[in-house]
């Protein structure tokens, strides 16, 4: 376990910070700053969408299957609002200090241009599947790049990291939440068995269903309680910000501690709950049926503000309101006894484990969909699936029966592996984005609705835009 701390604590200190800020800083300035000027396009497009999909071309998949942009911002949402808002944040704060909260709203805000740019490649390197898109890092590396092991490469490590390695994060923490109530570890670990294979032996349509319904209603819940519980301490909430930035820039301690463990906390648990620059958000992206990439790219990027602008920020809030001993607990305990302080009656400690449940499942069945989809850019091979399938079962198990230590360590370093892999074709392809990007605006100022043609980028492979 040492060995595996001191392996993860390089990559993060030394490589990972520095190519995340990066990227995020360059694609803000490249897309002059799309995350910002273009927020009102982005809710324009979701409450345009519904259940509906604009893609009116004849393409070989039937319209019962095709999937609307707001069902693919619900399934890449159902991935990202989980454990790292819940529990994530809480680690962040008990081992980064409040400091964290910080680097994790600048992580967000500059990082979202790379949520931009990967999930418009996404959309502009889809191919047809048997019954919807698929698309992705993978699928955009060996189109656009054409380096066949740099693809299989990502579609190996995105199948572990979501697939495998954080599954069983979001098994652990729901053990967790649930061990105080005396439920049993092994229980939860095979109850939640049981109903991963009931759902992921769908269709990305099912899954996209079950996230469109649940999701909303946990979010719109737990935002409606971070909201109570700061109204009614809204005295402190300027102490609590005052806290945050001084000690996110807090220089004196050194990068021992102080700035150095609040940035690296922040941005690693802020990259873990929001995936903005991560490659997996661009999976689902993929499968939205729309008439332009850019659409979807946009949509996309507003799902790292509502994760981590407003969920993170929300149990920050309540962790930081509720005067709760940092030091003393960490992960998921740490939320539940900081709304536990505000409600009493052990109410708090209920409402989380229900949230988290419903946050952590739907991400379980979402992180799935993203290894399988690259499974398939491996092989179509059906017993590869089946396996799996299985080997995510298991891992939801084991998960669910480890310590919290060990996932998370294990989590960020197939992360930190996945990301650089997905950084680096960002960097080689990411003007095709920006082409984009120009070629949708243009159109909107001439009123039209944009439409993407391949012949806009001639010189690349895309399909299922001739």
């Not at 808002?85 to 680690?91: I, K, M, S």
């Amino acid at each position: 376990m040492d060995i595996i701390n001191a392996v993860n604590d390089i990559i993060w200190s030394y490589i990972m910070i520095i190519l995340l800020l990066g990227f995020a800083i360059y694609y803000t300035v490249a897309t002059r700053g799309v995350q910002f000027r273009m927020v009102g396009q982005m809710f324009k497009l979701l409450a345009a969408s519904g259940s509906k999909h604009d893609d009116k071309r004849t393409d070989g998949i039937s319209n019962h299957h095709k999937v609307s942009s707001f069902q693919a911002f619900a399934v890449s949402i159902a991935s990202r609002v989980g454990t790292g808002n819940l529990a994530g944040v809480a680690t962040a704060i008990a081992l980064g200090g409040p400091g964290a909260v910080m680097w994790m709203w600048i992580i967000a805000l500059l990082g979202s241009a790379n949520a931009f740019v990967e999930s418009t490649l996404a959309q502009l390197f889809k191919v047809k599947g048997e019954r919807s898109f698929q698309g992705g890092p993978a699928y955009y590396i060996s189109k656009g790049i054409g380096k066949k092991w740099w693809a299989v490469t990502f579609a190996v490590l995105i199948t572990l990291t979501f697939g495998l390695a954080f599954n069983s994060v979001q098994s652990n923490t729901i053990a967790l939440s649930l061990v105080q109530f005396g439920v049993s570890p092994v229980l939860v670990g095979a109850v939640l068995v049981v109903l991963s294979l009931a759902v992921i032996c769908g269709s990305i349509r099912r899954i996209s269903r079950f996230s469109q319904i649940v999701v909303p209603v946990m979010a719109i819940a737990y935002i409606i309680l971070a909201l109570a519980i700061s109204i009614a301490n809204i005295s402190y909430v300027p102490h609590v910000l005052k806290l945050i930035f001084d000690d996110a820039f807090n220089f004196q301690a050194g990068l021992g501690g102080g700035v150095g463990a609040a940035m690296m906390m922040g941005i690693k648990r802020g990259l873990f709950s929001n995936e903005a620059g991560e490659g997996s958000a661009p999976n689902v992206a993929a499968t939205a049926a729309v008439s332009h990439p850019v659409k979807q790219g946009l949509i996309q990027t507003l799902g790292v503000f509502t994760d981590t602008l407003i969920i993170c920020s929300c149990t920050a809030f309540i962790i930081l309101l509720g005067h709760t001993p940092e030091n003393q607990l960490s992960g998921i305990e740490l939320t539940q006894k900081a709304i536990d302080s505000e409600l009493g009656g052990g109410l708090g400690s209920v409402f989380v484990a229900v949230a988290i449940f419903f946050f952590a499942f739907t991400s379980i069945v979402a992180n799935y969909y993203y290894g399988e989809t690259n499974l398939q850019f491996i092989t179509k091979k059906k017993w590869v699936i089946t396996v799996y399938r299985i080997s995510v079962a298991s891992m939801v198990f084991i998960g669910a029966v480890s310590t919290l230590d060990f996932v998370w360590a294990i989590a960020d370093i197939t992360m930190a592996l996945m990301t650089a892999c997905n950084l680096g074709a960002l960097a080689v392809l990411g003007k095709y984005a920006i082409i984009l990007l120009r070629d949708y605006t243009n159109q909107l100022r001439r009123g039209l609705d944009p439409q993407y043609h391949s012949s806009t980028i001639p010189d690349i492979d895309t399909p299922c835009w001739d």
